[in-house]
């Protein structure tokens, strides 16, 4: 069995015929012919039943050149790749915990791009999954949250997976509050002032340890906990609720800033938030553009 093969038996039974698959494929009907009985013979059965309309796959057939068809797609996407004399396409891919920073320098990333060919990815997930893409080459970058609380265990799983932390920024601590919150109007907060409203926090895997979560340490003993997965149901929830969200205070998107306000909290405790690179290979010119992008960013909201 080859490929000339199936690719045979697949424009046999597009045209129905022996003499429409010879036209098209460029090639002489007996070549064809010669061909698919050989494969019959190999394979133990027939894959057309011949009648004076023209070729009709059997029910086995018919299985067989389906997927013969899955192979002969998969092979065209090959050749489409790694055959073709275009540019390669440029592929670039990001982790991130939930920062709107982030994905704002991805977006000016995307409308500054000079590639012909692109594709690019921006994950938000869970702080074990940005580890583990930058860790395993699925995202070139990786954005995580650092605290005095979660620096040492961090920092291990860093070391042990060949990974560079670079900070980005230190901040303080503010609560994301809705313009109607009780405490929307404080010039800065206090965690116990925040003790009597939810707060919210994203969701981690089942295995990880409270160091990987995103919040700071002092929300981990919280009456009131409402968990999600990503910034926009974080942010249906703030709009609708009493809650809050503790992050770097740095609003990007237009909707949050007209939504929400942000509170300075009162903390000594050192907050950064950086990338992470593999230590096995430098940025591409792609990841120095979106770290390029994240500096702008930062930059004019703070």
Do not use: C, W
């Amino acid at each position: 069995m080859n490929l000339q093969q199936l690719k045979y038996i697949n424009e046999i039974s597009k045209q129905g015929t022996i003499n429409g698959a010879a036209l098209n494929l460029y090639v002489t009907a007996p070549t064809i012919s010669v061909a698919v009985k050989e494969l019959e013979t190999e394979l133990g059965f027939r894959l057309f039943d011949r009648t004076a309309a023209g070729m009709r796959a059997t029910q086995r057939g018919a299985a067989f050149i389906e997927y013969a068809q899955k192979i002969l797609a998969e092979l065209t996407n090959l050749e489409a790749t790694f055959l073709s004399s275009e540019e390669p396409e440029q592929r670039f891919s990001i982790s991130s915990q939930h920062y709107d920073f982030a994905s704002e320098a991805f977006v000016q990333l995307i409308n500054t791009s000079a590639e012909s060919r692109f594709t690019y990815r921006f994950l938000e997930t869970e702080t074990k999954k940005v580890i583990h893409d930058v860790a395993n080459h699925m995202s070139e970058i990786g954005i995580i949250y650092l605290s005095e609380f979660n620096a040492i265990p961090l920092h291990e799983a860093f070391r042990k997976n060949q990974l560079t932390f670079v900070p980005l920024l230190t901040f303080q601590p503010h609560a994301f509050l809705n313009r109607y919150h009780p405490l929307a109007e404080k010039k800065s907060l206090s965690y116990h002032d925040l003790q009597p409203f939810p707060v919210i926090t994203f969701e981690q895997s089942t295995d990880s340890t409270i160091h990987y979560s995103e919040e700071p340490m002092e929300l981990q003993s919280q009456a009131k906990v409402v968990i999600v997965s990503d910034r926009s149901s974080a942010i249906n929830v703030l709009t609708g609720t009493n809650s809050y969200l503790i992050g770097s205070g740095i609003m990007s998107s237009m909707l949050t800033a007209q939504t929400l306000v942000s509170v300075p909290i009162e903390s000594l405790a050192k907050h950064q938030i950086g990338y992470l690179l593999h230590q096995s290979l430098p940025p591409s010119p792609t990841a120095e553009l979106f770290i390029e992008k994240l500096h702008q960013v930062i930059t004019s909201k703070t």
